[in-house]
């Protein structure tokens, strides 16, 4: 899967290590990045979050920043 390659080194983190990313971090200095459903984002998202439905995801890295650290929910 050529997706996974963009996303190494990849860490693993908890909601509350998370929390405190976007806490610290404005928006322009990361990605939020939701690969839910259409439904599912409507329903709720973070504040700020780019949808790209993972199986979206391979035909769509080229809209993310990859100098930025990204945040994948």
Known sequence: ????????????????????MVDEKPGQEMTILDVRQPNEYE???LPGAK????????????????HKPTLIY
């Open 43 to 45: 329903a709720g998202h």
């Open 51 to 66: 949808l790209i439905p993972l199986p979206d995801l391979g035909d769509r890295l080229a809209e993310i920043d990859q």
């Open 1 to 20: 899967m050529r997706w996974k390659q963009f996303f190494t080194p990849v860490t693993s983190i908890d909601t509350t290590q998370a929390r405190s």
